[in-house]
């Protein structure tokens, strides 16, 4: 049987369809990084060295599958499927997920992640919001057999009853938490205003940096910078430090103290408001004492003023009568000698010696010459008066008056 000659490429072709058929969801490799290398800020290139036997398996991946920040010298994890590339004819890992493994490495890690997130600005204060001083409704990020969330709501309904809990059940650790954590700010910042909570928690206990490993992801700390909602961290013991505590609004050392930040105390509350009215009602009867001062004031300086004006009133009033008693009788002769003045020119006393008062239209005639014969007159005697007419005029015409 003659053997079967294969191009170059269909060689290829058949080793990479063989390649496949491992079951690469159940093959992690693990190795120290070497040659750690990004192309053009899009391909990730790196060698997996096994220490033992000089080894080497060349890896390639994307900077989008890159979740976590890796250098030459870390020892990781990678997840993928091997594949000969037709175009070099090189064997290589095609990475899928990559994970630091031991302290070392993931401490190496955090610091890379922590660096470049932070030259981001993800941690910067500014951005940081205050959180709500009487929430209504809180969201919850944790495990529901976690000992951080049966914390947090005991110390919550201690501390200020009837707040609603909208619980988000995620795993916190393990290669499920990631996504699960992100999903869950996902679906609680996706929620209508009226539905949203007031403010996120998210929260687990302590332990060692592979146990916090998702509350370091990239990922996690991104969804926390873009939530509109404020987040409150709450991740492990107050010695505990992770990546996603840096990004949130408000970083608390234990799930306890995360319930502490969020809802305040009955006992606080209600001696603020003891101390509140305390002082309302010191300043009101402050201010009443300062009004009577001053309606007191008022009231002395107006019986004052009404009690000059009372002497002043007093004084005029004395020499006015004083005056009067001088003045009434020059008055009063003064008047009488008028009185005389006026009767001696009074024309009735004129008229009684037999004189009379011609008028013509009402006004007194003085001259005969104004006066025309057959033009009616007024005569006015001392006791009584009549009407005339004109007859005659010096010498002239009827000697008559009718």
């Not at 490993?213 to 992770?242: L, M, Q, T, W």
């Not at 105390?265 to 402050?286: F, G, K, N, P």
């Not at 005697?381 to 009549?386: E, N, P, Q, R, Y």
Request: some cysteine; glycine content about 6%.
């Amino acid at each position: 049987m003659e053997p079967t000659v294969f191009s170059v490429s269909d060689y290829l072709d058949l080793v990479n369809d063989t390649l496949k058929m491992i079951p690469s969801t159940q093959t992690l490799v693990e190795g120290e990084v070497s040659d750690f290398r990004i192309a053009q800020q899009k391909w990730v290139s790196f060698d997996l060295k096994d220490e033992k036997e000089q080894a080497v398996l060349k890896c390639f991946m994307t900077t989008w599958q890159l979740k976590v920040q890796i250098e030459s010298g870390m020892r990781v994890q990678v997840k993928g499927f091997p594949k000969i590339y037709e175009r070099f004819g090189t064997f290589k890992m095609n990475v899928q997920e990559v994970a630091p493994v031991g302290e070392g490495a993931l401490q190496r890690a955090y610091v890379l992640l922590k660096k470049k997130l932070e030259d981001e600005g993800l941690f910067d204060v500014s951005r940081k919001r205050p959180l709500m001083r009487f929430p209504e409704k809180i969201g919850i990020i944790t495990s529901r057999d976690a000992a951080a969330f049966g914390d947090f709501v005991r110390i919550l309904n201690n501390r200020w009853g009837g707040v609603k809990v909208d619980h988000a059940h995620v795993h916190v650790q393990g290669r499920m938490a990631v996504k699960e954590i992100v999903e869950a700010f996902e679906y609680f910042n996706s929620l209508s205003s009226d539905e949203q909570p007031d403010a996120l928690v998210l929260t687990r206990g302590g332990g060692g940096l592979e146990d916090l490993h998702a509350f370091n992801d990239e990922s996690v700390a991104r969804a926390i910078y873009a939530s509109k909602i404020p987040v409150v961290c709450a991740v492990g013991h107050e010695r505990d430090e992770s990546l996603a505590d840096f990004v949130a609004d408000v970083r608390a050392s234990t799930p306890s103290n995360a319930a502490e930040l969020i809802v305040p105390s009955r006992t606080d509350v209600a001696y603020e408001l003891e101390t509140m009215a305390r002082h309302m009602e010191e300043r009101i009867r402050d201010s009443l004492s300062r009004r009577g001062h001053i309606v007191e004031r008022a009231t002395n300086l107006v019986s004052f003023v009404l009690e000059r004006q009372k002497e002043r009133f007093k004084f005029v009033y004395e020499r006015f009568e004083i005056a009067t008693a001088d003045w009434i009788p020059q008055i009063r002769s003064e008047l009488e000698g008028l009185g005389r003045v006026l009767r001696q020119v009074d024309p009735k006393r004129v008229l009684a010696r037999g004189y009379s008062i011609v008028t013509v239209d009402g006004a007194v005639l003085t001259d005969s010459s104004k006066l025309e014969v057959g033009a009616g007159i007024g005569v006015q005697l001392a006791s009584g008066s009549f009407e005339a007419e004109v007859k005659r005029l010096n010498g002239k015409g009827q000697q008559k008056l009718v």
